[in-house]
């Protein structure tokens, strides 16, 4: 029952906040006998990059097969092109680990004050993670000339979206939702966006309690934020996901309190636990980025391990101060450093 964690601190504000969340799930293992856990940290980055001229070693994913969950910051480097850090990174680990879901909770926490304070707002939306707009099929001809064009395919599959909807339903069973709302556009995107509608249709009525919602994206967006309590489970294609699960983080305190989760569900392969944010370059060693989103992401990683009690008290013990506001960075409108709001997480963990 040893959890191996493998840790990819990663670029920016990576570092600074994984180093919060490792201290928290030391003092959970301190604190409860039955909860062992190690890990093992790599120093894959853009400095890595600009070392070895490559982001990861050639059997960076043998080496990573082999533990339980890996516990992800950021990437992201002014140094190194985005779409090489992205290509080389986080791409492969997704793709060859199968980690077809991405899960984002969109939860108002307690303490958090935003124009929707009092409002019960608590979804998730999964992403489609490994296929959709996301695809390197295309290309580009004429380059340079004026009558140059770019071709960027979209590669929706029946059996991938079949997948996602069947992970949104049987989440929305599980946690007592109601209804699963998908996010389509397929009045004008007419191939890939109705084969997605379709596949979406056919595993909801195998669910019959579940309700489905269809909404199309633009709207959908827009509802995120006049109405964002109505929502439970949303199933979107990878883009559309992508967009979404900003939005929503943007609707309920920001991107320094958003976490998220790479599943394989089947379990073949590692679950990956990342923030949603990126390596926050405007602000990195400063100090001051919050390390709630990465401390949080930690917490879905104990849940997906088996330890939903342990997630429960990061939670709550990540409210507790949320509602103190004695200790805020400066995302929450304080003046608090990384350390002294991972510190006071600690200390809420201590006294629960
Ligand atoms: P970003 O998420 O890094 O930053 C957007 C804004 O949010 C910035 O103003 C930043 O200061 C703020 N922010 C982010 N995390 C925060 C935290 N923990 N506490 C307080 N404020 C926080 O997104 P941006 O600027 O678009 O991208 C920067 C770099 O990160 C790029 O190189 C991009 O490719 C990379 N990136 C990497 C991701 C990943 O590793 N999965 C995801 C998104 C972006
Ligand atoms: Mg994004």
């Known amino acids: 029952n040893n959890h191996r964690i493998a840790v990819i601190p990663g670029d920016g504000v990576g570092p600074e906040v994984v180093n919060e969340a490792v201290k928290v799930l030391e003092l959970l293992k301190k604190l409860d006998p039955s909860f062992e856990i190690e890990f093992d940290t790599f120093d894959w980055s853009s400095n890595y990059y600009l070392s070895h001229g490559k982001m990861m070693p050639e059997d960076a994913l043998d080496t990573l097969k082999k533990y339980d969950a890996i516990l992800f910051g950021a990437i ?7 779409d090489v850090t992205v290509w080389d990174l986080i791409m492969p680990i997704r793709k060859k680990f199968k980690q077809y879901i991405n899960l984002r909770p969109v939860k108002l926490l307690k303490g958090v004050d935003c124009r929707f304070t009092g409002e019960d707002i608590d979804f998730v939306i999964i992403r489609e993670n490994a296929e959709g707009e996301y695809s390197n099929s295309g290309g580009r001809l004429y380059q340079g000339l004026e009558q140059e ?15 996602v909807a069947k992970f949104a339903f049987e989440y929305a069973k599980k946690h007592g939702k109601g209804t699963v709302t998908s996010a389509t556009k397929s009045n004008a995107i ?5 084969l997605w509608d379709e596949a979406v249709h056919k595993v909801g009525q195998e669910f019959p309690s579940i309700n489905l919602q269809s909404y199309y994206i633009d709207a959908l967006a827009a509802y995120f934020v006049s109405r964002p309590e109505d929502f439970e489970v949303v199933v979107a294609s990878n883009l559309f996901g992508d967009i979404l699960s900003d939005l929503g983080s943007a609707v309920v305190g920001g991107l320094g309190l958003s ?12 679950s990956m636990f990342e923030p949603v944010h990126g390596s926050a370059p405007d602000i990195a060693g400063k100090g001051i980025a919050n390390p709630i989103a990465q401390i949080w992401s930690s917490a879905l990683m104990l849940e997906h391990l088996g330890r939903k009690d342990l997630a429960i008290v990061i939670l709550e013990s990540i409210e507790q101060v949320l509602l103190q506001k004695e200790v805020q960075t400066p995302d929450l409108g304080g003046n608090a450093t990384t350390s002294e709001m991972g510190t006071a997480i600690r200390d809420a963990i201590q006294q629960l």
């Open 76 to 82: 992201g480097d002014k140094r190194v092109p985005d």
């Open 149 to 163: 064009i770019a071709v960027q395919n979209t590669i929706i599959t029946r059996l991938g979206t079949e997948k």
């Open 190 to 194: 007419i191939h890939s966006m109705k």
């Open 259 to 270: 976490p998220s989760a790479n599943l394989n569900p089947d379990g073949e392969f590692p």
